[in-house]
């Protein structure tokens, strides 16, 4: 919100105080000053002059010579501007003046004629057609009264500071002159005073003019009304223009300024009725009727609903509440007899109803806030103070003025040594009543009440917090921190996640970080089929975009975009690996599970076994030993003979393999990729951490091997489960060293040979005992596998 400091004088003193002062002083009480401007500050040596004489160039047809007065002294300057005339008040521009484009003045030779300045249009001093409406084509004509020599920035009240600030949400009441006027003298401890608006009227009575009625209480907090008679419509005084323009407002009429000049005087939005056009001379504030229709300030037809709130005369809405006036109530040239309005309405309703329009305006966007019932009538009067001021109407004797419930006090406690415990200062109890007295709070012995324009202020830390703001933040003391800290404890989950960190990294992985939120297109990237249950995703109410509208429910997608991405960079090969959350929805109404997961992906060098190889690491490291890995033909993301799911028993806790050629050319990618994903919970559940320690055997060990015939469906992980279980405390190793298929292998069938490690932690093994427990391994086999030794 712009001010201009020159205002603020109406309810305070700040002369002598320095723009640099006064931002920092503001800014540090919470009344953040984005910054000070001061529009003349490059507009330098630019003063009025009379034109004395005017005579044609000798060497040009367009172009004039003119003796201007500038007060001290007589210039000649040349000019090509047809609209110069003997005895006007014009901007002359000086030798070494400046202006707001940058330009430099000098004194010059103009077709062999010495200029010593030039003569300015408006456009020349930065300004507008808005600012001078009735200005002709050329050299920009002053009042005659002017005397000469007068610094143009003078003549438009272009020399004073204007003060940007940026008002927060909870701060209403500091959108307004007087709200901030109040702040100031606060914050530099000067004398604040408001005077109340005084109003004369002319007789009558309001009643005969207009009636008023409010149907939704809920939605209308107050409402109230002054009739104006025998208007004028005409412009406004310079003054007031100049301090709209000043805080970014254009001036339109009288009448119109006026309410525009007491929102921000105030921070209360006003609207004026022509009382001709309300139909009845009644005004009702209701809901809309779905379907009604309003044509709005803007030349722009709104469509209601019933949720809007109204402004109605006694047939049609004429208003918007709080938002936007109506074309066909509107104030026009020949208007004569006004209802002004001063209403307040509810914040969420107010905000509701401009989002559904797509509208929001000065008016709305100070009611969404939410504003003080009590500053309606205060507001309303000092308009009328300025039509009686301006001469431009007369005030009807009456108000009319609907207040539904009103809210009672908020009563806080009040103690100052506790408030200064809280702050760890040391305020005495004088500063912090007189301060929170300057901000209109009424003070008790012991309680507070604040105004009823800050509802921001709900309990002790807030009245706090008003006392440290004016006392000041600086001067809390510095001070040790005081207590004891708890020990902060890993969980077992947050545990195995750094495990899992260190072990990946131990095997030349890089960890990665993707967003949890992705494409939706990503199914048909991974080939996914039409009923997946990874298509049921968690859709983003408000995304940033279409790429980025769903949670996702598999992190294989994101670290293929990874890989591609590292692929185009033209990086030959890479290990990644990430901790990612995937969200896979439940019950509807609920939230999603958000699963942590592993994905590992790597590309190059490397096949199906090095990823394998990598999970058995990860699976050793973390006390993993019961998990397999089983044939997986199934998925159509991964190539149909080089996957494996891997599980615990009969629960699948992840899979891996090389993804599917057709899913590498949806990435657009022609190397082979393998990537893993596993449930980290699943681990956290089936790992055994628990270390025992046992001794080095003593005596040797007895290895025999073992050529197996079995049927191509059998898995080496179920051959090693039963030889595992059957050789029992004896079985110290087994390795696989050979698989073959060929002539001496019957059809269908393969030949698996193993190197069975058997060792006694107890004494050394017999011949008879080593026969023994491999016979018994090899029934077992043939029983369970119909495996038959070579």
Not at 545 to 562: C, D, K, L, Q
Request: with cysteine.
């Amino acid at each position: 919100m712009k001010i201009p400091m020159s205002w603020l004088n109406d309810y305070t003193d700040v002369n002598g105080i320095t723009p640099l002062e006064y931002n920092h002083a503001m800014t540090m009480t919470g009344s953040k000053v984005e910054g000070i401007e001061n529009p003349g500050e490059n507009l330098l040596n630019v003063v009025t002059g009379k034109i004395l004489e005017i005579t044609q160039h000798p060497d040009a047809d367009k172009l004039v010579v003119c003796q201007i007065n500038v007060g001290d002294k007589t210039l000649q300057i040349v000019t090509g501007a047809p609209n110069v005339k003997v005895g006007q008040t014009v901007p002359v521009a000086l030798d070494g003046a400046l202006l707001p484009d940058g330009t430099k003045i000098k004194t010059g030779k103009l077709r062999g004629v010495e200029s010593a300045g030039m003569l300015c249009s408006y456009e020349e001093l930065g300004m507008s057609e808005a600012d001078f409406p009735d200005a002709e084509y050329g050299i920009l004509i002053l009042d005659d009264a002017l005397p000469a020599g007068m610094d143009i920035r003078d003549v438009f009240h272009l020399n004073e500071n204007i003060v940007d600030f940026e008002i927060t949400s909870n701060r209403p009441d500091c959108l307004s002159v007087i709200g901030l006027a109040r702040e100031t003298a606060v914050t530099f401890g000067k004398p604040f005073t408001v005077k109340a608006p005084e109003v004369k009227g002319c007789g009558g009575d309001i009643n005969d003019y207009v009636s008023i009625s409010v149907e939704d209480t809920e939605g209308c907090l107050r409402y109230c009304g002054k009739v104006a008679k025998n208007i004028k419509i005409g412009p406004s005084p310079q003054w007031m223009q100049k301090r709209l323009k000043a805080c970014g407002i254009r001036a339109i009429n009288n009448i119109v300024d006026i309410t525009n000049y007491i929102m921000l005087e105030y921070g209360q939005p006003m609207h004026a009725f022509d009382l001709r056009d309300l139909e009845g001379s009644a005004v009702c504030v209701r809901r809309a009727k779905a379907g009604e229709t309003l044509t709005t300030l803007d030349d722009v037809e709104r469509i209601l609903d019933d949720s809007m709130l109204m402004i109605c005369d006694g047939k049609k809405p004429v208003g918007v509440a709080g938002v936007m006036g109506g074309q066909n109530s509107e104030i026009k040239d020949d208007t004569t007899t006004i209802l002004f309005e001063s209403a307040t309405f509810k914040a969420p309703l107010v905000r509701k109803t401009a989002r559904k329009l797509g509208l929001r305006t000065e008016s709305s966007s100070r009611y969404e806030k939410g504003l003080d019932p009590e500053n309606t009538l205060p507001a309303i009067l000092r308009a009328c103070e300025l039509i009686e001021e301006l001469g431009c109407g007369e005030i009807v004797d009456g108000i009319i003025d609907i207040y539904g419930q009103k809210e009672e006090p908020n009563v806080i406690p009040f103690d100052p040594e506790k408030i200064n415990k809280f702050l760890g200062t040391d305020i005495d109890r004088k500063f912090m009543e007189d301060t929170l007295r300057a901000l209109d709070f009424a003070v008790n012995e012991d309680s507070v009440i604040p105004p009823s324009f800050r509802k921001d202020v709900e309990g002790f830390a807030d009245v706090a917090e008003e006392i440290l703001r004016i006392y000041g933040y600086d001067k809390i003391p510095s001070t040790l921190m005081c207590g004891e800290t708890a020990h902060s404890v890993k969980t077992p989950s947050q545990k195995l996640e750094d495990k899992v960190k260190e072990l990946l990294c131990a095997c030349s992985m890089n960890e990665i970080v993707t967003f949890s939120f992705t494409n939706p297109n990503y199914f048909d990237k991974l080939c996914l089929a039409a009923d997946s249950p990874l298509r049921n995703t968690v859709t983003i109410s408000n995304p940033l975009g279409e790429e980025n509208s769903v949670m996702r429910t598999t992190a294989i997608h994101s670290m293929m975009e990874t890989v591609a991405r590292n692929i185009n960079f033209k990086n030959d090969s890479a290990k990644l690996f990430e901790l990612a959350t995937i969200y896979l929805p439940t019950e509807e109404g609920k939230l999603p599970e958000e699963r942590r997961v592993i994905s590992l992906g790597i590309y190059g060098a490397c096949d199906f076994f090095d990823l394998k190889g990598i999970v058995e690491a990860l699976f050793d490291g973390v006390g993993l030993s019961s998990a397999q890995f089983r044939p997986e033909t199934e998925n159509p993301t991964f190539h149909p003979g080089r996957c494996a799911s891997i599980c615990v028993g009969k629960k699948e806790i992840g899979i891996l393999g090389q993804i599917h050629p057709a899913v590498c050319d949806n990435y657009g990618v022609d190397k082979e990729i393998y990537v893993a994903q596993i449930n980290l919970p699943d681990i956290l559940t089936y790992a055994k951490n628990n270390k025992t320690y046992q001794p080095l055997p003593k005596y040797p060990a007895v290895n025999r091997d073992l050529a197996l015939i079995v049927d191509d469906s059998v898995l080496a992980a179920d051959i090693e489960t039963v030889i595992k279980k059957k050789a029992k405390k004896l079985f110290a190793g087994l390795t696989l060293f050979d698989v073959y298929k060929g002539k001496q292998v019957p059809e269908n069938k393969k030949s698996m040979a193993y190197s069975l490690k058997l060792q006694s932690m107890e004494k050394t093994l017999t011949d008879v005992e080593v026969n023994e427990t491999v016979q018994e391994v090899l029934s077992a086999l043939e029983k369970e596998l119909g495996a038959t030794l070579r």
